[in-house]
Nanobody, 116 residues
Framework: VQLQASGGGLVQSGGSLRLSCKAPRMITSTYWQYTLGWYRQAPGMQRELVADVTADRTAKYSDSVVGRFTISRDNSRKTVTLQMNSLKPEDSGVYYC????????WGQGTLVTVSS
């Protein structure tokens, strides 16, 4: 497995979760070149971009999560993190991490459920 996602779970509306995605098998010297992102997919819906961060650490967010979610990367640890605050039921879904660069790599999903 190239990307290992973790941190999902069940949380009440207004709560927080922190997702992490590690890339233990990727070479550190190339990891930094990748744009790292988090996508989510709700039941019956298409997968959508939540946030991503480029090699120069420019972050981009979906309008629905601006001000609530923060994406960050630690190249030395080959990890991208998504801090999710003020969660809403509509944030529920399976969250996938992605590395996009010389290749496009997907991690397995981690389920986030926000109860109202």
């Amino acid at each position: 497995v190239q990307l290992q996602a973790s941190g999902g779970g069940l949380v009440q509306s207004g709560g927080s979760l922190r997702l992490s995605c590690k890339a233990p098998r990727m070479i550190t010297s190339t990891y930094w070149q990748y744009t790292l992102g988090w996508y989510r997919q709700a039941p019956g819906m298409q997968r959508e971009l939540v946030a991503d961060v480029t090699a120069d650490r420019t972050a981009k967010y979906s309008d629905s999560v601006v001000g609530r979610f923060t994406i960050s990367r630690d190249n030395s640890r080959k990890t991208v993190t998504l801090q999710m605050n003020s969660l809403k039921p509509e944030d529920s879904g399976v969250y996938y991490c992605q590395a996009k660069g010389p290749r496009e790599i997907w991690g397995q999903g981690t389920l986030v459920t926000v109860s109202s």
